[in-house]
């Protein structure tokens, strides 16, 4: 059996809070076992705190968390220092990222071996976006590009929050980002320790309920962060 933890931030999600955590669960299975890591920020709705309760109590796959570490990127470091399975999947509540994807990313990672990250691109197929603006989009295309060129890698996507990792290759990463850029940080740093990526492709779909907490001061944190990465460490 393989130990899977979906880390998930949670905010102001509430049905699809619900409609996320039954997908991921109705995969569970003698080959699969699923564990549900949820990180509640401090500034969390009642409703999304009172359906992270009630699901927790209720079923003990979910494990409910109080955010302590500050930021979206503190939510995940502290998730993913909680999580217990083999493989782990960094994930959002919104739909966003689609749930039904992850038994192909978990097949896909135990079937190759050598390969330390299944990561989700929005760019192997450029129709993937769904309710996403030309302008939003045309600067994730030049971003990406700017990523690709600085490292020289061939990987289409190194933002989207929708990976998973074997827990080995986490190991020993000292997280700094807190704002958006940790989900960089969160594929640069584990690549430079030595970890492979294979992705594969996935569509991305707005949010239909909460707010995008994503700050525009938060382009500036990747491309800082991307550079610091490169000038200090290198690219392996």
């Not at 709705?45 to 930021?71: H, L, V």
């Not at 083999?86 to 689609?98: F, V």
């Not at 958006?180 to 970890?195: C, I, K, N, W, Y």
């Amino acid at each position: 059996m393989i130990n899977v933890s979906c880390v998930i931030g949670v905010v102001d999600e509430e049905e699809s809070l619900i409609e996320t955590i039954n997908l991921i669960l109705k995969n569970d299975s003698p080959l699969i076992k699923y564990e549900i890591v949820l990180v509640l920020a401090p500034f969390a709705t009642n409703t999304s705190r009172k359906i992270a309760t009630e699901y927790s109590e209720r079923d003990n796959r979910i494990n409910f968390e109080e955010q302590k570490f500050p930021g979206i990127g503190g939510a995940y470091k502290q998730g993913f220092q909680n999580a217990s399975g083999e493989i782990i999947i960094l994930m959002s509540s919104d739909l966003e990222t689609d749930p039904n994807l992850i038994p192909i990313m978990v097949s896909t990672l135990v079937d190759n071996p050598k390969t330390d990250i299944v990561a989700i691109s929005r760019w192997i197929n450029p129709n993937s976006f769904e309710g996403y603006s030309p302008i939003l989009r045309t600067l994730n295309y030049i971003f990406q590009k700017l990523i690709k060129f600085l490292y020289g890698s061939d990987l289409t996507d190194f933002t989207y929050a929708f990976r998973a990792y074997r827990s080995e290759s986490l190991k020993g990463i000292i997280w700094t980002e807190r704002t958006h850029s940790f989900f960089l940080e969160s594929l640069l740093r584990p690549v430079m320790q030595g970890a492979s990526v294979l992705e594969i492709s996935g569509k991305w779909v707005a949010r239909t309920q909460g707010d995008r907490h994503i700050e525009r001061s938060a382009y500036w944190h990747y491309i800082k962060l991307a550079i610091i990465l490169r000038v200090k460490k290198g690219y392996t």
